[in-house]
Each structure stands twice: as C-alpha cells, then as structure tokens.
C-alpha cells in the first residue's frame, strides 16, 4: 500500500530556529505540494513541483521559508528562522498529474514557542 | 479567478438518515472538481472527483457527488450516514481551462449523531 511519508510527526522548536521537514512522496509520482493547515486560515498551498522543479511557491513567506526536491523521492521543506506563528500542521502531497488527485501524508506538527 | 464555497461550517446529521455537504464552485473554464476527507490527526484523503462525463459520481465509502453546471455545484451526498461518517469534508477545484493550482474550500465538519 503505497503512502506518502512525513518527518518528524511532532516538531517543537524555539523561536529563531530552524526547521526542517521532510516528505517522501509515492514512487513514480510526479507533482509535490506542500499545504499548511491551521483554525484560523484552513489550508493553505504553500508551494508545488512537477518533476522536481518548482512551480509555484507563490504560498510561501519568501524571507524565511524554502522548499526544494533533491532528488525525486525526496522533498523538503525550511524554516529558518521559525516564528511562533509558523505553528501549523504541515502537509506534503504528492500526485500522478499536475490537475489529478493527491495523495496525503500523515503531516508534521509544528509547535513554535 | 477560480474559486470554492462551502457556506457550511457543520452539518449535523442522524446516524441513518441522508446526509449533504455543499459545496459551490467559481471557474472561467471548466472544473475539475474534488472531494477530500480529513479524519482527526491524519491527512487528507480523496473521496471522489468529477473531469468529465457522467454528472452523478461515486466514491469511496458510498459517498457520492453531483456536478450541477448550471447551479456550478458539486454537493456531497450519502443516502444513509454512519457515525464513523464524522469527519472534516473538503471540497477542490481547478480551472481546466488555465493552468492554475488548484483551490480547497474552507471545510465542513460533518457531526453523525447515533
């Protein structure tokens, strides 16, 4: 049963650190997105990539977030510095195409205090 | 600019009794339409999608969607509820049309009572 891998699960962090997550989408797809969710603004898509190259990271506070794909099975995604309003669950999401389903990961939660 | 409405935050249901989530819709072009289910602590999952073709689709769970162009609608429905139904519902789409990214609506708690 192939899934979408996230790591870690559980981040707590103090202000000014940085923050790494990491997302192992399913093999042989091609898209990537990276989604943050929170009460108060739902989801929201932060950055994608097609065949590794980014997209649109048009979501993304530019100054302290960056996302990229080292290698086809791998994604990440980077805070430095972390800020307490970061705190989010943190979704990758990975797809066959670009417009078709996506398929989830578990999420990492990020705890910025 | 595309767009998604789900002007319900909770629908509240009784276990057994037929159960609608809506969902509205904003495009240029043509949608694609989907439908995501989030249980408590884990990912989004898909449920169903429209493209093209049959407006009455069905997903997982014995749910299904109607796509409703003239009303841009795209309502979940399932004739019976069940209480492990409850669940945070999400309605998508994308602008065929165009190469957009694509939107998620806000969600809808949906709350099965036994």
């Known amino acids: 049963d192939a899934r979408v891998t996230q790591t870690p699960r559980h981040k707590v962090t103090e202000m000014g650190q940085e923050v790494t997550m990491r997302c192992q989408p399913i093999?042989?797809?091609?898209?990537v997105f990276w989604y943050r969710q929170t009460m108060m603004q739902g989801l929201e898509l932060l950055a994608y990539f097609r065949n590794r190259a980014p997209l649109d990271d048009s979501g993304m506070p530019k100054d302290r977030f960056s996302a990229e794909m080292p290698d086809a099975t791998l994604a990440t995604l980077k805070i430095q510095p972390s800020e307490p309003r970061d705190s989010a669950v943190y979704f990758c999401?990975?797809?066959?195409?670009?417009?078709?389903?996506?398929?989830f990961g578990p999420g990492t939660r990020l705890t910025v205090t | 600019a595309q767009s998604v409405a789900q002007p319900e935050d909770q629908v509240n249901v009784a276990e057994g009794n037929p159960l609608t989530v809506k969902c509205t819709y904003s495009v240029s072009g043509n949608p694609y339409l989907f439908w995501y289910v989030q249980y408590p602590n884990r990912g989004l999952q898909f449920l169903l999608k429209y493209i093209t073709g049959d407006n009455l689709v069905k997903g997982s769970y014995g749910f299904e969607a109607e796509f409703n162009k003239s009303q841009t609608s795209f309502h979940l429905k399932k004739p019976s509820a069940l209480v492990s139904d409850s669940a945070l519902y999400f309605c998508?789409?994308?602008?065929?049309?165009?190469?957009?990214?694509?939107?998620f609506g806000s969600g809808t708690r949906l709350s099965i009572r036994p």
């Open positions: 999401a990975s797809g066959l195409v670009l417009w078709d389903e996506q398929y």
């Open positions: 998508a789409v994308r602008d065929y049309s165009s190469a957009s990214k694509i939107i």
């Open positions: 093999l042989g797809h091609n898209t």
